[in-house]
């Protein structure tokens, strides 16, 4: 019962790995420091699910995406943090469900991204450095694919100052893509605020793709918290087209958002009235995802739809000592917990024993009661 993907959206698998792993990067690089590792594989029982379209007709076998990223930093100095993060994605498709030994049949394509860089933050100014490489490594591609070679020239770079960062990557001397954002949104795990007008601001993303020539094209981004930072909706559009792409509307029990349900929207491009729009959405739990028809699963997932799809993942951030989702504005429950219990009883530790002070700013003192000896001289006589 599930549609096809195309021989096509796996053919362009690989820069759309690259594209979507920089976009994890400038989550992360929110705040510059701490740490993040995610984990994560899809899992499709039958080999119905996914179904490959080629020029020869369609063929059962399994689309797969195996990923894995990690991010550490540590102060150097008073303020000043460095550190190195790693990110890595194996996908592709085959005849048979696997996780390390793919069968490699005539119409199979395997492929891996890595992308790597080191980090400077300097917490004070709230500026952040990162750069590094993206690598692609092609282990099969079949014969209905086009030609692809392994490449160790594509790089990239991010500056952020404030809300406002600038990401860019490059393939040898060109650019590829240029990405601006406003995270103009109060983030508690960040300093900010937990609540008020502020926290009510929205994220701004607006990213160029280089598109050889004339096809150049802008894809705007909008994120709104609707509702104390655990309601929030999503729109993008897509330029010089001057047209909707997608949209969302994401609920988070807790705003580390540890859990997640979305409804989205997708505009396909088949320009047959209502069939141009894919609505799905998901739950996103801890360490498993359920998704059908998902607008993150058909643009990161070779445009699978019709099918419920089953993702085991775990993702977890830290800055400063505080646990949350990539993302969150606020700390994971427990750990909030554990920071007011901490500093409540500091609170009642400072309070002591004061013999200075007294009710009403009257001075307090001590009286003790018992027996007092006074020791007798010798002054001649008894």
Known sequence: MADAISSDALAKGGSVTRDQQLREIRDIMRGGRGGYIDL?????PMRSQTPLESPYGEHE???FKHHFAGFGSGEVAKNSHLGALLW????????????????????????????????????????????????????????????????????????????????????????????????????????GRKSGLTTYLPNLEMALYNG??????????????????????????????????????????????MVAIEFTCLRRNVRHGSKDL?????????FVRFAYNSSYDYETFFHAKGTFLVEF????????????????????????????KKKNFESNNDKGLDLMSGTKGETKTLD??????EKAGFEGGK
């Open 212 to 257: 050889k020539g004339d096809k150049d094209s802008v894809r705007v981004f909008w994120e709104q918290n609707l509702f104390a930072q655990i309601l929030y909706g999503e729109v993008a559009f897509d330029f010089p087209r001057k047209e909707f792409h997608s949209g969302a509307l994401k609920y988070y029990p807790d705003p580390s958002r």
């Open 368 to 373: 003790a009661k018992g027996i007092r000896y």
């Open 40 to 44: 994560g594989f899809n899992y499709l």
């Open 313 to 340: 993942q775990f993702n977890l951030a830290t800055i400063d000592g505080l646990l949350f989702a990539r993302g969150g504005t606020r700390s994971a429950p427990m750990e909030t917990l554990k920071i007011e």
């Open 88 to 191: 890595f994605e194996r996908s592709g498709w085959d005849g048979e469900d696997f996780f390390f030994w793919p069968m490699y049949n005539d119409f199979s394509l395997a492929r891996s991204v890595t992308t790597w860089g080191l980090t400077y933050t300097q917490s004070a100014m709230n500026l952040t450095l990162a750069g590094g490489m993206q690598h692609q490594n092609v282990e099969y591609v079949g014969d209905i694919y086009p030609h692809e070679n392994d490449s160790l020239l594509y790089s990239w770079g991010h500056i952020r100052w404030g809300r406002t960062s600038v990401q860019g990557s490059f393939y040898k001397g060109h650019w590829n893509t240029l990405r601006i954002s406003m995270d103009l949104e109060s983030r508690s795990v960040y300093g």
């Open 278 to 286: 894919l609505w799905g959405g998901g739950i996103e739990l801890p």
């Open 61 to 63: 076998g399994y689309a």
